[in-house]
C-alpha cells in the first residue's frame, strides 16, 4: 500500500508562485512512476505533469510547459510541483499520483493506481 499526502496549497496573485509537495509512504517508492493533476469545478481531472522515479525522465501538459517543473527528492520520499508565473486558469485542486508503471498512458488519470487527497490552489487576477 503507498500513501500520498500533498501540502503547498494556498491563494496567490497572478503572476505569482507556489510549490506543492507530495510525502509518499508504504511501499518501496522507487518501482513508481509519480504524477501530479489538477481537477477544476464543473471540469474533469486533467494531467499536469509526470516523472519517473528511477530515470527522472519528465512529461508536462502544454499549458504549464516552462512554468512549472516536477522534481523528487529520494531521500525525503517526496515529489514536488514548483508553479512559476501562475494564471487564474491554473485554479484547481492538485492531486498528486503513484503507479507501477503507466508507460505512454502517464496522460490518463486511470493510469494510477493511488492518489492524495488534493490541495487547493487558487490564482486571483
Known amino acids: 500500500q503507498v500513501q500520498l499526502v500533498e501540502s503547498g496549497g494556498g491563494l496567490v496573485q497572478a503572476g505569482g508562485s507556489l510549490r506543492l509537495s507530495c510525502a509518499v509512504s508504504g511501499r518501496t517508492f522507487s518501482m513508481y512512476v509519480m504524477g501530479w493533476f489538477r481537477q477544476a469545478p464543473g471540469k474533469e481531472r486533467e494531467f499536469v505533469a509526470h516523472v519517473m522515479w528511477s530515470g527522472g525522465s519528465t512529461n508536462y501538459a502544454d499549458s504549464v510547459k516552462g512554468r512549472f517543473t516536477i522534481s523528487t527528492d529520494n531521500a525525503k520520499n517526496t515529489v514536488y510541483l514548483q508553479m512559476n508565473s501562475l494564471k487564474p486558469e491554473d485554479t484547481a485542486v492538485y492531486y498528486c499520483?503513484?503507479?507501477?508503471?503507466?508507460?505512454?498512458?502517464?496522460?490518463?488519470?486511470?493510469?494510477?493506481?493511488?492518489w492524495g487527497q488534493g490541495t487547493q490552489v487558487s490564482v486571483s487576477s
Open positions: 499520483a503513484a503507479s507501477e508503471w503507466v508507460g505512454s498512458d502517464y496522460r490518463f488519470p486511470y493510469k494510477y493506481n493511488y
